[in-house]
């Protein structure tokens, strides 16, 4: 591998893990896309550092189970302003 996509890897774990950021949100700080984000830290993360690959792969589960209420967050709020 690649020893740019490594670093890359590593640093969206530790940017993920410190913001509790969704993929969304890390995509768009790193300029890469959500199928990056998620390939690096479910594919290639593990390979590199498993102890934080555990990690990270905390936060984005707690981020899956939460996103159908976050969803419903932003149809709310767009209600609300066009009222």
């Given at each position: 591998m690649?020893e740019?996509?490594?670093?890359?890897?590593?640093?969206?774990?530790?940017?993920?893990?410190?913001?509790?950021?969704?993929?969304?949100?890390?995509?768009?700080q790193?300029?890469?896309?959500?199928?990056?984000?998620?390939k690096?830290?479910?594919?290639?993360?593990?390979?590199?550092?498993?102890?934080?690959?555990?990690d990270?792969?905390?936060?984005?589960e707690?981020?899956?189970?939460?996103?159908?209420?976050?969803?419903?967050?932003?149809?709310?709020?767009k209600y609300?302003?066009?009222?």
């Amino acid at each position: 591998m690649k020893e740019y996509i490594e670093k890359r890897a590593l640093d969206i774990a530790e940017y993920i893990i410190a913001h509790n950021a969704t993929v969304r949100q890390t995509a768009k700080q790193f300029g890469v896309s959500k199928s990056t984000v998620h390939k690096d830290l479910t594919e290639r993360l593990p390979q590199i550092n498993p102890v934080l690959a555990g990690d990270a792969r905390k936060v984005l589960e707690v981020n899956k189970a939460e996103r159908h209420i976050r969803g419903g967050m932003a149809t709310k709020e767009k209600y609300m302003h066009k009222q």
